[in-house]
């Protein structure tokens, strides 16, 4: 079993800063890949960036450039420094790991002001 616990949500004026944290616990391992979607109002929910094995990074289009996944394996933590943040990237963020199956955390809201 791994739990998940998201931080880091918030509101935002446009072009400002957010870092989201999500700390795992339970049976998951540096290998296990972790990562973020985000689902906004009547949108289906879509992978923001995910980091895989050995450090490997994945970037939906619309983000690349503006945020930064990264991990702290000692503390089995993943982040998400989110720059230059449009009112489109409003959100619920969602932390999600592999371990034999997909886990999902609680969500966190991003609501990013014009």
């Known amino acids: 079993q791994v739990q998940l616990v998201e931080s880091g949500g918030g509101l935002v004026q446009a072009g400002g800063s957010l870092r989201l944290s999500c700390a795992a616990s339970?049976?998951?391992?540096?290998?296990?890949?972790m990562g973020w979607y985000r689902q906004a109002p009547g949108k289906q929910r879509e992978l923001v960036a995910a980091?895989?094995?050995?450090?490997?990074?994945n970037y939906a289009d619309s983000v690349k450039g503006r945020f930064t996944i990264s991990r702290d394996n000692a503390k089995n933590t993943v982040y998400l420094q989110m720059n230059s943040l449009k009112p489109e990237d409003t959100a619920v963020y969602y932390c999600?790991?592999?371990?034999?199956?997909?886990?999902w955390g609680q969500g966190t809201q991003v609501t990013v002001s014009s």
């Open positions: 999600f790991a592999d371990v034999q199956r997909r886990y």
């Open positions: 339970g049976s998951i391992f540096s290998v296990n890949p």
């Open positions: 980091i895989i094995n050995r450090g490997s990074t």
